[in-house]
């Protein structure tokens, strides 16, 4: 199987068993709804919430998405979306290693990404999940505005 290589790979494949385990906290002034449910929102660095969660929830979550910055240079306010290329590697390997270990044997990932680093990702992600567990992938086109359901489509005279 091809393996991506980076500047950085050899230390970052091995970050999410560096990454101590921390304890959840509740604050209960943030805090809503019936506490029976299980449900959780966190706030914090994602990698310690993940390795956090790795005791109660490891090999039990049927589904998984997330939404990984696609690296398209731009600036957003809550997070800068332009890593150099082997940073943004290094960033995702640890995530992925501890989905991995969060995801049920019959559960499923999806990830929402562009073309930017969408290549590199599954080649990553073949190795993390392996080559064989990938079922596919879906293509979304972006339509001229929110309410275009014409899209790219739309036949002009």
Not at 34 to 57: C, E, R, V
Request: charged residues 25%.
């Amino acid at each position: 199987m091809p393996l991506l290589h980076w500047l950085t790979r050899d230390k970052d494949i091995h970050e999410a068993t560096r990454t101590p385990y921390r304890l959840l906290e509740q604050v209960a002034s943030q805090s809503h709804g019936d506490p029976d449910t299980g449900n959780m929102l966190i706030q914090g660095d994602n990698l310690d919430a993940l390795k956090a969660l790795l005791p109660y929830y490891a090999g039990k979550v049927k589904c998984i998405f997330i939404d990984p910055p696609y690296n398209t240079r731009s600036a957003f306010d809550h997070y800068d979306d332009n890593l150099e290329h082997t940073q943004w590697l290094a960033m995702m390997y640890p995530r992925l290693e501890l989905l991995r270990q969060l995801l049920a044997e019959d559960g499923s990932i999806w990830v929402s990404i562009d073309d930017n680093e969408g290549h590199y990702l599954k080649v990553v992600m073949d190795e993390v999940f392996g080559r064989a567990n990938f079922v596919s992938s879906f293509v979304w086109q972006k339509v001229d505005s929110p309410n275009d359901n014409q899209g790219a489509y739309h036949a002009r005279p």
